[in-house]
């Protein structure tokens, strides 16, 4: 299914992933930075505005740097840190010089950064916490921790701008279907394809400025929210962290014209005293997780904004949007973007995806890889669709095992694992539980030896795992329902079918 032809585009608009012209991500942003050099492009909550000209001339310092250390193109480079000039201006020098990023949740302790670092082997890590570059540095003595300012020996700059289209730009680990985080890798040209969609579906122009509260280190601040203010030259204002206060007096003290978030900051705003504050914006978009249509309303009620809701992943960047100019249905992804292929594929039906903006594959991982794709090429999202008569997209369930806790994804294996290790539990399953404000809440049942409170049990947890993969609730129960092949029937779990011991 692609879209009904005037879903996305304009009246005699077409969709060319290579509209650019550009090769690779920096080239197609180097043009805009020529273009108006003094142009405000990026404002830090400390320091203030960068300019166009400001981005161009550091990154190109910074590459100097980079390359003086011994990196070259090609070469992986970790970056974990919260927002800020500094960063954007780092990933920028990175990319301009051919390195493959790898985005870390600054969530993450030692256990999760081991397993991307031993995977990845990266060369080099850009760490904001000295205590997280602790922990990096005991996990690979000889890897360059750096700080997002690079600080660093000047040297000449090297060739800039000369990665390849299907050169790798970014490695994000997820855990796609099941099992191990595994690194997926995407292209500049798959970036550059879906910047392309979203530029066209969401009428994206450099006249933009985008409140961007969200993390850089997953896909919808870094992969929309950043390269698309690059790419279309538009500007950005970072946050670090979502506070609803901020938000809302940014609209008019910045002049804002866009905000993207997760449903859990909608959630938030409704509530506000101000939220009518949303009404000053252009756009307002929401993906990451499912979007109630009960908190479109409510956005709705409160601002008069009609939220625009779409559907992406880390494999593939974004694959479905509601419309920009035509009706946005609540509880539906839309359509398919520009350049996007869907189709519904298997009982019950599984969303499956192809276009330049899909990944090619995994690093390292040749079955994982096999298994993501159909024989016919196209990519198996693990999620399950269904389509309105008017063509609009619905998700109607996974059939992958993962929850999404405020737009972060969790998966029960990984926290099982984890939580196995606790002398007193026998047996243990983890699911996620209906919240209005989270999406869905992480919680375990669990059969033990002796009563064990939730806050103990999260204690014992301690860095393993990420806090935001801590289960909130713990029911103890007798026994697990489990299937005639021994498996356990979350279903039944997470209905609330199971009841405490
Ligand atoms: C924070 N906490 C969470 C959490 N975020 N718990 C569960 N789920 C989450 N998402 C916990 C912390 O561990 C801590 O718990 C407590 O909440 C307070 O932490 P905080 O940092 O102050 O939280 P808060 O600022 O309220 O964070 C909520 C949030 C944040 C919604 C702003 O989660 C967020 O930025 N989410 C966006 C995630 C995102 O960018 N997803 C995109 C993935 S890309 P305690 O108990 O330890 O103190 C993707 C593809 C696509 O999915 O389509 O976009
Ligand atoms: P990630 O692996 O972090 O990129 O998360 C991608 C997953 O988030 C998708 O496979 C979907 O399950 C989910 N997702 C993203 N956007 C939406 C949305 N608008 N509605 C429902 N689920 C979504």
């Known amino acids: ?69 011994g990196l070259e193109a090609g070469d992986r480079v970790l970056l974990s840190a919260e927002s800020s000039g500094d960063l954007v201006t780092s990933y920028i020098a990175c990319l301009r010089m051919g390195l493959v990023v790898i985005p870390t949740n600054t969530a993450y302790g030692a256990r999760e950064l081991a397993h991307v670092i031993g995977d990845a082997r990266p060369r080099a890590a850009i760490i904001d916490d000295p205590e997280r570059s602790e922990i990096v540095a005991e996990i690979a003595r000889g890897l360059h921790r750096l700080s997002p300012a690079l600080e660093l020996p000047e040297g000449p700059t090297p060739i800039l701008e000369d990665a390849l289209p299907q050169s790798p730009a970014l490695i994000c680990y997820t855990s796609g279907t099941t099992g191990q985080p595994k690194g997926a890798v995407l292209s500049h040209a798959n970036c550059l394809a879906s910047a392309e969609g979203l530029r066209l579906a969401w009428r994206w122009t450099r006249a933009d400025r985008l409140l961007l509260c969200l993390p850089l280190f997953h896909m919808h601040g870094l992969g929309v929210g950043l390269h698309g203010t690059l790419y279309n030259g538009s500007s950005a204002v970072l946050y670090r962290g979502f506070r609803p206060d901020e938000i809302l007096a940014g609209i008019s003290d910045f002049e804002a014209t866009l905000f993207f978030g997760v449903p859990t900051m909608y959630h938030r705003l409704a509530s506000h005293p101000r939220a009518d504050a949303l009404a000053g914006l252009r756009l307002c978009v929401s993906g990451s997780a499912p979007l109630p249509a009960t908190l479109h309303e409510a956005i709705e009620r409160v601002s008069g904004q009609r939220v625009l809701e779409r559907y992406g992943m880390t494999e593939t960047l974004m694959l479905a949007s509601n419309p920009h100019s035509a009706e946005r249905r609540p509880g539906s992804v839309g359509f398919p973007l520009p350049g996007v292929e869907l189709r519904l594929q298997g009982d019950p039906e599984e969303i499956q995806a192809r276009g330049a903006n899909v990944f090619s594959g995994y690093w390292d991982r040749p079955e994982a890889n096999a298994a993501a794709f159909t024989e016919d090429g196209w990519f198996r999202t693990g999620d399950l669709g269904a389509i309105d008569v008017d063509g609009y997209v619905h998700i109607v369930g996974r059939a992958k095992e993962l929850i999404i806790s405020g737009g972060y994804n969790v998966y029960p294996r990984e ?87």
């Open 1 to 69: 299914m692609s879209s009904p032809a005037d879903a996305h585009l304009s009246p005699g608009e077409t969709f060319d992933a290579t509209a650019s012209g550009a090769p690779n991500l920096t080239s197609a942003w180097a043009r805009a930075w020529a273009d108006d050099p003094e142009a405000r492009q990026i404002y830090d909550p400390d320091a203030g505005w960068l300019s166009r000209g400001v981005l161009e001339a550091r990154s190109a310092e910074r590459a100097g740097r980079l390359a003086a250390l």
């Open 415 to 501: 926290v099982e694992d984890v939580l196995r290790e606790h002398p007193a539990i026998e047996d243990i399953a983890v699911v996620g539980e209906e919240s209005a404000e989270w999406g869905e809440r992480v919680v375990a049942y669990a059969v033990t030896t002796e009563p064990i409170e939730v806050e103990a049990l999260r204690a014992s947890i301690g860095d393993r795992l990420a806090a935001y993969k801590h289960p909130r609730r713990l029911y103890p129960v007798t026994q697990l329902p489990r299937n005639a092949l021994g498996k356990v029937q979350k279903h039944r779990l997470s209905k609330g079918e199971v009841l405490p011991a």
